[in-house]
């Protein structure tokens, strides 16, 4: 039997502020979209066309504070991860959500602030612990 591989890499920009819930355990979990473009000319018309693509970004724990904290719309951000898609029951109708669930993170945008942290690139190392900080800023 062959494996299988579920990993997603993006780089885009954020198309809204991080929005972090809370748990009373000490766990949290973030949502943010992320756009990414692609561009083509049209061979009729001779013109650029530019397409956007909306990306569900999920990230936990304290990879999620990290973002709330440092990341702000319009930010240009790398993200690792993988599809997960999610299914519920609205008012007698099912729903469907296809999300990014982000384990590697690397923000890419220069930071105007003097209270960014100390490395660019985090990593959720599983989905109870701590992001782990690594390398030095390349601003």
């Given at each position: 039997?062959?494996?299988?591989?579920?990993?997603?890499?993006?780089?885009?920009?954020?198309?809204?502020?991080?929005?972090?819930?809370?748990?009373?355990?000490?766990?949290?979990?973030?949502?943010?979209?992320?756009?990414?473009?692609?561009?083509?000319?049209?061979?009729?018309?001779?013109?650029?066309?530019?397409?956007?693509?909306?990306?569900?970004?999920?990230?936990?724990?304290?990879?999620?504070?990290?973002?709330?904290?440092?990341?702000?719309?319009?930010?240009?951000?790398?993200?690792?991860?993988?599809?997960?898609?999610?299914?519920?029951?609205?008012?007698?109708?099912?729903?469907?959500?296809?999300?990014?669930?982000?384990?590697?993170?690397?923000?890419?945008?220069?930071?105007?602030?003097?209270?960014t942290p100390s490395s660019n690139s985090l990593k959720e190392e599983s989905e109870s612990s701590s992001a782990d900080i690594e390398g030095?800023?390349?601003?």
């Open positions: 039997m062959a494996g299988t591989l579920n990993k997603v890499m993006l780089i885009g920009h954020l198309g809204d502020e991080v929005k972090v819930h809370y748990f009373e355990g000490g766990g949290a979990i973030g949502r943010f979209p992320v756009a990414t473009n692609e561009s083509y000319t049209n061979k009729q018309t001779s013109e650029k066309v530019v397409t956007t693509e909306w990306h569900n970004i999920v990230v936990r724990n304290k990879l999620a504070e990290i973002c709330e904290k440092y990341l702000k719309k319009g930010d240009k951000v790398y993200c690792e991860g993988r599809i997960k898609t999610r299914q519920w029951e609205q008012e007698g109708v099912k729903r469907y959500t296809t999300e990014i669930h982000v384990g590697d993170m690397t923000f890419l945008s220069v930071p105007n602030a003097s209270n030095d800023l390349p601003f």
